[in-house]
């Protein structure tokens, strides 16, 4: 876990040390798991990455009888139960992808009472033996998670949910726990009436993920421009999303070519090839997947450094969904969304023509609508994404910048002369009667001499080539932008047509200005992603991370279930060489430590001796929290690594174990410990200079005029180093001019 939020249930802290190696637990998971121990009913809603599975599966084991999991994807129950098994918890799952002999063992083993928790799909639930099973062991809870599903305004409805409200009548004595990421009020409520929720636990999260950076560009070349972000997350885990099954294909290819391990997933795909990808990129041997929508769900890797639509997603809770796959171990991720008009449009056409096949209500449609034009004004709004977000979900957000979006670093950038720029595109429909869409306006503009236009005589119109020098994909982004900002009409028809409005006009006349965005020509380090690394050895972090690998070939798991990667930073960062230390890091309970946990502390060992470097480091709580907070706190400021050198040192660390854990170069650290030796005046030093240096730099300092050092590091025969002069100096500064000598070491 990654907050000393602690539970006042001793049980509660017992069970969370057993399997899963923590102390303690996330904003609200103690109130939902008492919830569900108490037997009342409850809806949870925590942003992805937030914990909700912990929230259902403490209570079945605590209470010791077997619960219910509703999931909706075959793939995401496998994950969790072998997750589960990899810690030793019984879990099992029931679905269409197992044999039949497969599923009548886990029956006959869930009804011999082995399993704390048994998940399944919810139309599982509509099978009368199923029914019959469950009302046989007496299931005490039914945890529903993706419960958004059920409702018709949330952003992801499947029919199939709404069968899940015969529950509460069939089930009279079981409490309902409904768990989702994503939620606005409306759907809450919607959740809360479906489910037929008695008297519910309401507990809603911060919808803010301050591990993320967002990043909102507008779309120009975007196979150039998805292999660039990607470049700045080589071999680390990636998602891709794209709007339809041909633009993942064509993605993956365009990737592959550019030597990124990459692969499709859509739902037109066989389910075996489906699945060997999702296993591929698991297992890490792939890095990238670039998939349709239909991958939303479908993973539970946890080390996703890297979320990028290539088009825009319908809505800004599937945007949350589907970007809360990056970052759920609580480390740094960046989230990159090329914007486009076009995407929108797109969108448009879709809703309908699905609207139509379905004959759905004509309120489900305008529903779709309105989610888009949200979406809208998040992509071209220039202010804080992490703000824009949570209001969007009806949270406020205090901090004035969150230094993790484009907008608060600073990179969006204004097109120059962009008010000019729009009267070249505005005076271009207008010659071209207003009778064209953007593809034809836009070839005009750039000055292409292509039969067409040359037949309409439109290559001798005073607007032909106004804008030539600047890419074919520029001018489109600018014409979209100014059909966004609503100076420039466009018909909704099946070939859209651009017109002039009354803002046309005003643009053209100079009444008014205009704004046009350019893509940012380099980005910034955002300060979460500076912290996440702060004082974590990078070879070693990476030779733990073949050694997860080669542990998770051997157990036939994902490198992920094995372990995150924040305790593997940890283990960077502290470099443990014994099973105890292993456990102050967390990560490891009890079954991973007898398994597995001797050769990480071995391979520590080993490589601290190779390095010649100092393992079994400090490691405090307060540490670690400190380290680690941002990515589950919202809005916490950096440490300040003055402040933990102090306290490190105050503990007895050296000059190198404080510069490794603050991130902070070793001539930083020996001035850090020279200011620490002047603010708390220890009686010695001798943790830092041994007695015989401290003598010799004693009498050195006594027979020079105590003006400049470099005569007493000349005398010293430049073997004391200037760093180790000035701490001993500020010593007998603050300790009656050096009445006072160090003790022995």
Known sequence: MLTDHTSDNPAVREVLRRYWG???????????????????????????????????????????????????????????????????????????????????????????????????APERLQNPWFGGMLEHLGVGAFAIDEAHCISHWGHDFRPEYRQLAALRARFPQASLHAYTATATQRVRDDIVAQLRLREPVLLVGRFDRPNLVYRVVPKQDVYVQTAAVLQRHAGQAAIVYCLSRTDTEVMAEFLRSQKVRAAHYHAGMEAASRRATQDDFAAERIDVVVATVAFGMGIDRSDVRCVIHAAVPKSIEHYQQETGRAGRDGLEAECVLFYSYGDIARWEGLIEKSATEANAPAKVVEAGRELLRHLQRLCNGYGCRHRAISEYFGQTYESPSCGACDACLGEIEGLADATVAAQKVLSCVARVEQRFGVGHVVEVLVGAKTARIRELGHDRLSTHGLLKDLDKKVVQDMVYQLVDAGVLGRTTDEYPILKLNAASWEVLRGKRTVKLRQAAAAVKTAQVEQDAWAGVDRPLFERLRALRQQVARELNLPPFMILHDAALRDLARFRPTTLEGLRQ???????????????????????????????????????????????????????DPRRQAFELYAGGATAEQVATQTGRARSTAWQYLENFVGDHRPGDVSRWVDAATYARVTEALRASDGTALRPVFEQLGGQVPYEVIRVVARHLEVTALGDAAPTGM
């Open 22 to 120: 923590y102390d303690t637990l996330r904003p609200l998971q103690g109130e939902a798991i008492q919830a569900e121990l108490d037997r009342h009913d409850s809806l949870v809603v925590l942003p992805t990455g937030g914990g909700k599975s912990l929230c259902y599966q403490i209570p079945a084991i605590l209470a010791q009888r077997t619960d219910v999991v509703i999931s909706p994807l075959i793939s995401l129950m496998k994950d969790q139960v072998d997750g589960l098994r990899a810690c030793g918890y019984p879990a099992a799952a029931l679905h269409s992808g197992m044999t039949a002999a497969e599923q009548k063992q886990t029956e006959r083993e869930a009804l011999a009472g082995r399993y704390r928790l048994l998940f399944a």
């Open 585 to 639: 890091v967390g990560g490891f309970g009890q079954r991973k430590l007898a398994r597995f946990g001797r050769r990480f502390a071995d391979g520590i060992r080993a490589y601290c001796k190779t390095q010649g470097v100092a393992g079994d480091l400090p490691n405090s709580v307060a540490f670690r929290t400190k380290a680690r907070k941002r990515g589950n706190a919202a809005h916490v400021k950096a440490a």
